[in-house]
T-cell receptor, first 111, second 112 residues
Framework: DAKTTQPPSMDCAEGRAANLPCNHS???????VYWYRQIHSQGPQYIIH???NNETNEMASLIITEDRKSSTLILPHATLRDTAVYYC????????????FGTGTSLTVIP | DAGVIQSPRHEVTEMGQEVTLRCKPI?????LFWYRQTMMRGLELLIY????????DSGMPEDRFSAKMPNASFSTLKIQPSEPRDSAVYFC??????????FGSGTQLSVL
């Protein structure tokens, strides 16, 4: 069962930073936060994940609050190709392997 | 690496027919997942395997659905008999132990 809450939709101007929030208030100490995105009709694509420290890779940055009850995915310079549904998922590492996807946030990047 | 390979990409069948969806995971990945996606219910985890063994099939909707993984490089999801409400996109994903998922391109199933 999905354990995260995300806004259903967001808009972002092309070239600006897109900040996608996620609430996971019941997260446990051994649960990671994962972000995936799904571009129309394609399979979901991994973006980034973290436990408690902020993370950055070539696609995005992940900011996790100190109490770990929420996080923000940041796309630093959004392009039209970033228009997609973004999913925030919490998963227990090293035990179960279930990834439960919620309803996600539909991000539209506007020219 | 070719990634996770699913076949067919599209399947159109009539109600009551048997449908078999196929998946080839990425070599070396020991976990395999089947998901179903619809507008109403989003992405649902149907079943997942570790080392070819079904671990959690609690998401399988009913006895008409069955999944097998006879070896590390092949899995099937079978629906018998199919019904119109089974129309959806079915995704297969694989992963190394306790790591991120890699998804296939999906099978678009239409049951008339």
């Amino acid at each position: 069962d999905a354990k995260t809450t995300q806004p259903p939709s967001m808009d972002c101007a092309e070239g600006r930073a897109a900040n996608l929030p996620c609430n996971h208030s019941t997260i446990s100490g051994n649960e990671y936060v994962y972000w995936y995105r799904q571009i129309h009709s394609q399979g979901p694509q991994y973006i980034i994940h973290g436990l408690k420290n902020n993370e950055t890779n070539e696609m995005a940055s992940l900011i996790i609050t100190e109490d770990r009850k929420s996080s923000t995915l940041i796309l630093p310079h959004a392009t039209l190709r970033d228009t997609a549904v973004y999913y925030c998922i919490v998963r227990v590492a090293n035990t179960g392997n279930q990834f439960y996807f919620g309803t996600g946030t539909s991000l539209t990047v506007i020219p | 690496d070719a990634g996770v390979i699913q076949s067919p990409r599209h399947e159109v069948t009539e109600m009551g027919q048997e449908v078999t969806l196929r998946c080839k995971p990425i070599s070396g990945h020991n976990s395999l997942f089947w998901y179903r996606q619809t507008m109403m219910r989003g992405l649902e985890l149907l079943i997942y395997f570790n080392n070819n063994v079904p671990i959690d099939d609690s998401g399988m909707p009913e006895d008409r659905f069955s999944a097998k993984m006879p070896n590390a490089s092949f899995s099937t999801l079978k629906i018998q008999p199919s019904e119109p409400r089974d129309s959806a996109v079915y995704f297969c994903a694989s992963s190394p132990p306790f790591e991120k998922l890699f998804f296939g391109s999906g099978t678009q199933l239409s049951v008339l």
